[in-house]
T-cell receptor, first 111, second 113 residues
Framework: GQQLNQSPQSMFIQEGEDVSMNCTSS?????WLWYKQDPGEGPVLLIA?????ELTSNGRLTAQFGITRKDSFLNISASIPSDVGIYFC???????????FGQGTTLQVKP | DAMVIQNPRYQVTQFGKPVTLSCSQT?????MYWYQQKSSQAPKLLFH???????NEADTPDNFQSRRPNTSFCFLDIRSPGLGDAAMYLC????????????FGPGTRLTVL
């Protein structure tokens, strides 16, 4: 079945550092989404990507929809303590609207 | 603000005692989803409604049922909760199955004693 491989699994960084995480797959997708989940809360949508090659920013966050439609990355610049959480990539490939999730990247930021 | 609301945020039930979780949305979205999320894992889709059409995932246990009485509300019923059903339950919505962005509620944390 379709699967997303998200890496790294976890990151422990110093405040102010830039962060990069990515998702890859052997399948082609039409939409890539990046969510952040805080402990005890639901995932919050950060960035949605709908077109191959699309590069989109949301404040300090930048994400790209890979040109092959099989991958996506998320960058966070100048990390701050409130960036702590689990980041999930997710993707869909058709009209079902079903999301395929990556395994998540746990980010910890040291002040 | 338009949003997805889940009640209660925390639910404690006893083994085998039926429980109902609630989701409402002000986004006027056609599709509503229920996910189960266990610790350190990605959300797992249980089922979804596209308008009044119910779509069950093949591996969702019969113990889990859902109702959508109108566009705004959707309920998750767990008929006989077991210890393995303790999890975070997430509701999400989207405009339509071909419009893929899903917006999640804050979740209900279910504890089974």
């Amino acid at each position: 079945g379709q699967q997303l491989n998200q890496s790294p699994q976890s990151m422990f960084i110093q405040e102010g550092e830039d962060v990069s995480m990515n998702c890859t797959s052997s399948s082609i997708f039409n939409t890539w989404l990046w969510y952040k989940q805080d402990p005890g809360e639901g995932p919050v949508l950060l960035i949605a990507l709908y077109k191959a090659g699309e590069l989109t920013s949301n404040g300090r966050l930048t994400a790209q929809f890979g040109i092959t439609r099989k991958d996506s990355f998320l960058n966070i610049s100048a990390s701050i303590p409130s960036d702590v959480g689990i980041y999930f990539c997710a993707a869909t490939s058709g009209n079902t609207g079903k999301l395929i999730f990556g395994q998540g990247t746990t980010l910890q930021v040291k002040p | 603000d338009a949003m997805v609301i889940q009640n209660p945020r925390y639910q404690v039930t006893q083994f085998g005692k039926p429980v109902t979780l609630s989701c409402s949305q002000t986004l006027n979205h056609n599709v509503m989803y229920w996910y189960q999320q266990k610790s350190s894992q990605a959300p797992k889709l249980l089922f979804h409604y596209y308008d009044k059409d119910f779509n069950n995932e093949a591996d969702t246990p019969d113990n889990f049922q859902s109702r959508r009485p109108n566009t705004s509300f959707c309920f998750l019923d767990i008929r006989s909760p077991g210890l393995g059903d303790a999890a975070m339950y997430l509701c999400a919505t989207s405009r339509g199955p071909g419009i893929d962005t899903q917006y999640f509620g804050p979740g209900t944390r279910l504890t089974v004693l």
